[in-house]
């Protein structure tokens, strides 16, 4: 450790060291496996997708030796397990998202935490626990919306599912270790210097990719770590350190961070439809507008986003089934026209579609102050003659207007149950139920067939 304090720094790998003895509070559990199931779900569901082969061909080609178990697929290195498990969460951008900013956070910490929990032999409790351990790292330390680094880092052109990724998983990994606080700061430093991720890379295969690496970066970080690696730990708190490379003109820092009050899992948001987080609000209005413009022309659609929105999901013609993703114009016309914005409507079938494709060049779209993320408000003329408005105040899947249990399983279902087959329903149960010993060995069992 550095003779000078470092605060963040020593907060966070102290917080990392005291994983093994800590408990959680029920509610922190059941979101734990709420985000499991979730995570799972569209992990497995993007089984087929581009990404996830070419990656997993690469994955298996090292041969590499271990019991990380690869979702579907064989077992090898939990590095690399977590590379493809992570890069398969995010392929189909319908994984969790931060409330605060720090992005996909589901996505790399589940990933880590399953990967060496196979590869260990951990007990569910202690997997849950590397899980809980990873996502408050990276929720905290990413968090701090657009007072802190949090959008800042986004309007950069950083992606903070990869920048803040590699610590969460470091951090997942450094827990299950059972590293102690010296050798977590180490397992953070090395974390810190991989950082990276670009937005220019979304609408293309990179951007899963992103959280995948994050995964499997920080599982090498703190492999490091624990056989006596030594990295610069004060890379969280000095000026020339990850936030002064990443805002140079040091507009922003990161924020103070604190373990001892609240929960950030219980702050997640999961998605109810399988697009770029960003257009989900208006996408609310335009569904519940639907009804009312069946078989009825469009004329002309404007729409007020909140700051920012643009940056992330502003593809204006999108020409593929990923820009499709990053686009809200295209998502308020899958919206009008009364589709739910599912996996098989981001599809070169859809894009086709022409009561869909000949509203996107109708819709204009405007960042308003005023609105913060999770509210939108829109605005449809119609060919008739008519003008209809909609608004969304909070944004389903927010944490205070969640998805249920209920809207969790049956995600879960429509995105696993066409890969999985039978086996849907008992992975599921599993899932649920992963605080049971011996829920882990059942999940395993079941992916990987």
């Known amino acids: 450790m550095n003779a000078t304090p470092t605060p963040r720094g020593d907060l966070t790998a102290a917080f990392i060291a005291g994983a093994p003895g800590r408990t959680y509070p029920p509610d922190v559990i059941d979101m734990a496996k709420r985000c499991l199931v979730d995570w799972m779900g569209v992990a497995v569901g993007a089984a087929g997708e581009g990404a996830t082969a070419s990656v997993r061909r690469v994955a298996e080609g090292w041969g590499a030796a271990g019991n990380g178990q690869i979702l579907l697929g064989p077992k090898t290195a939990p590095a690399l397990a977590a590379l493809v498990n992570g890069t398969m969460a995010h392929c189909m951008d319908y994984d969790d998202s931060h409330f605060n900013g720090g992005g996909h956070v589901g996505a790399p910490t589940w990933a880590a935490a399953l990967a060496l929990a196979s590869h260990l032999g951990l007990s569910e409790r202690e997997t849950l626990g590397g899980f809980i351990t990873g996502f408050e790292v990276m929720g905290r330390l990413g968090g701090g919306g657009w007072e802190r680094m949090a959008r800042p880092l986004q309007v950069r052109g950083f992606h903070p599912t990869s920048v803040w990724g590699r610590l969460g998983a470091a951090a997942v990994a450094g827990a299950l270790l059972g590293l102690d606080e010296a050798r977590a700061a180490h397992a953070l ?74 929960w950030e899992v219980l702050r997640n948001e999961f998605k109810p439809y399988a697009c770029c987080r960003a257009a989900h609000p208006v996408l609310d209005a335009a569904r519940a507008l639907a009804p009312r413009i069946a078989g009825r022309e469009v004329a002309r659609v404007r729409s007020w986003l909140h700051q920012g929105a643009l940056v992330l999901a502003g593809k204006t013609d999108p020409r593929t089934p990923l820009e499709g993703k990053f686009s809200t114009a295209y998502c308020i016309a899958l919206g009008l026209r009364g589709h739910a914005a599912v996996a098989t409507d981001f599809t070169e079938e859809r894009l086709r579609d022409p009561a869909v494709m000949d509203i996107v060049p109708r819709v204009t779209c405007q960042e308003t102050p005023d609105l913060e993320r999770y509210e939108a408000r829109l605005e449809v003329e119609l060919a008739d003659g008519e003008t209809l408005h909609g608004e969304t105040a909070i ?55």
């Open 189 to 262: 430093g090395v974390a810190a210097t991989t950082v990276g991720g670009l937005n220019a890379s979304f609408g293309t295969m990179s951007k899963p990719f992103h959280a995948g690496k994050a995964a499997m970066d920080g599982i090498l970080a703190a492999q490091l770590a624990a056989e006596g690696f030594e990295a610069a730990t004060h890379l969280l708190d000095a000026d020339n350190g990850l936030a002064g490379a990443l805002i140079q003109d040091r507009s922003t820092s990161m924020q103070p961070v604190q373990f001892t009050e609240g």
């Open 395 to 449: 944004v389903l899947g927010h944490p205070d207007n969640p998805m249920s249990w209920d809207d969790l399983e049956t995600k879960f279902v429509g995105v696993a149950g066409p890969v999985l087959g039978s086996d849907t329903r008992p992975l599921l149960a599993a899932l649920r139920d992963f605080d049971r010993p011996g829920a882990l060995a059942e999940v395993l069992a079941l992916v990987a067939r």
